[in-house]
């Protein structure tokens, strides 16, 4: 093609030979020479040897920058890996000496990773890796703050910190808008808890080494506490003395009788009748007033005592139920929450037995709620407790249904009677139609299942009317009652004449 310009320049012999690597042609080597018919077989033999020691040469630095590579980085999410974390760790810490100033190390577990691994399948555990990597990347504006160090572990740096619970205020808003992240896994929307240790530079740990062994310290506690996060020093034995003068005081509120119960009402979605009521314990703090149970349950739970202010509870909305039934009031079944520590107890079964034992007709006013993600820890004890229990006449719920990964073929062997939606079922229902599609499906399940179902939280109108359209049997929420003083349900709902109960009946 090119003859005559090659003719023209003085080239009379060409060879062209192809660089092949990994059986692929990535480039040629083209050699000119003056002389005509210069490359015989003897000097093509040599340049082929050449080239192949070429390609060798280029495969090889390929094979080594991905092996750099991958011994910095985590393959699955790009993230850099904990070698790399604990190198760029270091060379912030030499920032913030010189810079006067502290850094924080968070390091990330996602909770229950291994339910969503094992009830969705390794893809999905893949891209709820990616997904999570990408979030903490977006949220941080810094791909090198962020690593991958464990299976469902992650690790984030701050370089900077400022004085006064800087770090403690971010990190909480982080995690607040982590959990509110819909991660979407095989068409469904899931939201992820997380739990966080910290260790602060250079209070916790003089390298990088020992302030990612602290931060791991106080991770572990986390995940042992009630705590969303929890700081390695300072602030978590703050934290713990802050914790210590709460436990003495709910132990005092035992003694003191500062628990109380709030009842809140739950209808029929086509009758508007009564059909139960759920038990809300309260603390009736003497210097603060009541005290919502989301924020004494985990030191309960923690210290040991819920097992005393469980029995409690359920002793007192017996107690109540009784009290209502021998007043010939149309008295419900009161549900009554029973925390994970409870049902793990050995002796919970025998405890419930002698409760009901008090009157015959106790078994019939109780049902115990139990969150689904506890049903599913230790699936084949619970289904052998909760059988026990309900051989006794008592009834079970699923509490907070959607949040905890249920495996459909335990779903279905599960001695319970009624399944609760989740409140954020209920709020995702009208955002739009997957919403709605989603909480059509499980009342869809629950029915096929031969289960009762009952929406959580609703507070509008037109929640109820979809779920009404959608088959629900019940409901609870604010739209109809919020949890009241057992005298105030009491009046407002079990004593005859009853306006709001006979809504929507005619008899
Ligand atoms: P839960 O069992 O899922 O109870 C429902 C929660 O939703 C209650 O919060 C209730 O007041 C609230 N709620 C009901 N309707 C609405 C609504 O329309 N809108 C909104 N925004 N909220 C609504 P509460 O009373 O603060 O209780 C929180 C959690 O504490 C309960 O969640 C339950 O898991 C736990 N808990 C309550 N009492 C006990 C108890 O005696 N023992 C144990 N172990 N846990 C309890
Ligand atoms: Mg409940
Ligand atoms: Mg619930």
């Given at each position: ?6 003719a023209?320049?003085?080239?009379h ?7 092949i690597?990994?059986?692929k ?13 210069f490359?015989?077989?003897?000097e093509?033999?040599?340049l082929?040897?050449?080239?192949d ?7 090889h630095?390929?094979k ?8 910095y ?16 760790v ?10 006067g100033?502290?850094?924080?190390m ?7 990773f ?5 009830s ?25 703050v ?6 469902d ?25 982590f959990m ?10 899931f ?17 990088a080494d ?9 991770l572990k ?9 929890l700081?390695?020093?300072q602030?978590m034995?703050?934290a ?20 109380v119960l709030?009842?809140?009402?739950k209808?029929?979605l ?10 809300l ?12 149970p ?17 029995r ?9 139920y ?10 419900v079944?009161?549900?009554?929450n ?12 025998d ?13 019939a ?6 969150t ?5 820890e ?6 052998a ?15 907070d249904?959607?949040t905890g990964?249920s ?14 939606i ?15 599609a989603?909480?059509?499906t499980?009342i869809?399940?629950a029915h ?5 179902v ?13 779920l ?7 409901m609870?929420?604010?739209?109809f ?7 105030i ?5 079990l004593?005859p ?6 809504k929507?009946?005619?008899?």
């Amino acid at each position: 093609m090119f003859r005559k310009e090659y003719a023209e320049s003085g080239v009379h012999s060409v060879a062209v030979l192809p660089l092949i690597v990994a059986e692929k042609a990535v480039g040629i080597l083209v050699l000119y020479a003056g002389e005509k018919e210069f490359f015989h077989e003897e000097e093509l033999k040599l340049l082929t040897g050449l080239v192949d020691d070429v390609a060798f040469a280029i495969d090889h630095i390929d094979k080594r920058e991905r092996l750099d590579y991958l011994s910095y980085h985590d393959a699955l999410t790009g993230l850099a890996n904990r070698k790399l974390f604990l190198d760029r760790v270091t060379q912030y810490m030499r920032s913030a000496v010189s810079g006067g100033h502290k850094l924080a190390m968070f390091l990330v577990d996602l909770e229950r990773f291994k339910n969503i691994n094992d009830s969705l399948g390794r893809p999905a555990g893949d891209a709820l890796l990616r997904q999570v990597a990408e979030w903490l990347t977006l949220n941080t504006g810094d791909a090198n703050v962020v690593a991958r160090i464990g299976a469902d572990h992650f690790a984030t740096v701050l370089p900077e910190i400022k004085q006064g619970g800087d770090g403690a205020r971010l990190l909480e808003k982080m995690i607040r808008d982590f959990m509110d992240h819909p991660f979407r896994l095989n068409d469904a929307v899931f939201r992820i808890a997380v739990k966080v240790g910290v260790a602060v530079f250079p209070e916790d740990g003089a390298d990088a080494d020992a302030l990612f062994r602290n931060a791991e310290a106080a991770l572990k506690k986390a995940k042992a506490s009630g705590e969303r996060y929890l700081f390695y020093t300072q602030k978590m034995t703050e934290a713990v003395a802050g914790k210590l003068t709460l436990e003495n005081q709910l132990r005092q509120a035992l003694d003191n009788h500062e628990f109380v119960l709030h009842y809140q009402p739950k209808v029929n979605l086509a009758s508007g009748r009564l059909t139960g009521a759920e038990a809300l314990i309260r603390w009736n703090d003497p210097r603060t007033g009541l005290v919502p149970p989301g924020r004494f349950i985990p030191i309960l739970e923690e210290t040991g005592l819920i097992h005393e202010v469980g029995r409690w509870a359920l002793h007192q909305a017996i107690a109540d139920y009784l009290r209502w039934h021998a007043a010939g009031l149309p008295a419900v079944r009161i549900a009554v929450n029973v925390s994970p520590l409870q049902l793990r107890h050995r002796g919970f079964i025998d405890e419930i037995g002698r409760v009901i034992a008090i009157d015959e007709h106790a078994a019939a006013g109780l049902e115990l709620e139990i969150t689904e993600s506890l049903i599913m820890e230790d699936v084949k004890h619970n289904i052998a407790s909760l059988q026990a229990i309900r051989a006794m006449g008592i009834t079970i719920a699923i509490d907070d249904f959607g949040t905890g990964f249920s495996s459909l073929s335990y779903l279905a062997k599960l001695p319970v009677d009624t399944l609760k939606i989740d409140r954020s079922f209920v709020i995702d229902m009208t955002a739009g139609p997957q919403g709605l599609a989603l909480v059509s499906t499980i009342i869809k399940l629950a029915h096929s299942l031969k289960l009762n179902v009952v929406a959580e939280g609703v507070e509008t109108e037109e929640q109820r009317r979809l779920l009404h359209l959608l088959d629900c049997d019940e409901m609870q929420g604010f739209l109809f009652s919020k949890p009241l003083p057992g005298e105030i349900f009491e009046a407002e709902f079990l004593v005859p004449p009853m306006p709001r109960i006979q809504k929507g009946s005619d008899g």
